[in-house]
C-alpha cells in the first residue's frame, strides 16, 4: 500500500514538474516583465520594457493575439497567447539584420502580401519609436 502510494505520488511530481518546465517563469535575480495593467500604471522609460508594454497592451501592438513571446521573464498573470504567427523567439539570432525585423513589423505585407499581420508602421497604429522600442525588446529575448 505503502509503495503503491508513494509511485502514484512520484508520478504526480513528475507530471506536475512535466507542466511546469513548459511555463516559462521568471527564475531567481530575473525580475518578470510587467502586465498591461503594470505597465499602465509604472510607466517605463528604458525602450526594452516601453516595447514589451506595445506588445502586450492591446489598444496598441496586441502581438499576443496571434504570438507566443518566448521569455523566461513572462509574467504570472498573464493571458495565454495566441498561435496565427510564429512564437516570436531568439529574434537576435533568426534576424541580424535588425532593419530586416523592423521591415516585418512596420509592414508585414512588404515581404508576404497575402499576411494577416497588421502593417503596423505603414498603417501608423504604432509610432516609430514604439517600433523601434518593440525591436528593442524583441532583440533581448
Ligand atoms: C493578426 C495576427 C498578427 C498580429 C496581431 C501580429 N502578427 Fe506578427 N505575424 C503574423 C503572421 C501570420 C506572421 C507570419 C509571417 C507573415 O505572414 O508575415 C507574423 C510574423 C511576425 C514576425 C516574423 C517572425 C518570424 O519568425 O519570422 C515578427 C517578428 C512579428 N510577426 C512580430 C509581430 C509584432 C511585434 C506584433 C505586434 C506589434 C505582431 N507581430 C502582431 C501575425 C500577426
Redesign the pocket.
Known sequence: MRKSFSLVATAGAVFLAGNLAMIPVASAGEKSLPTEKECKASKPTDAATKGWC??ITRK????????DVVTKRWPADLPAS?N??????S?KA??PDKAK?RA??WD??A??P?????P?GRHK??SESD?DN?VTF?YTI
Open positions: 506595445v506588445i496598441q501592438g496586441n502581438c499576443l493575439a496571434c504570438h495566441g496565427v504567427g510564429p512564437p516570436l523567439v529574434m533568426r534576424f525585423l516585418q513589423i508585414a505585407t515581404a508576404n497575402s499576411s494577416v499581420m497588421v503596423f497604429v504604432i517600433i518593440i524583441l
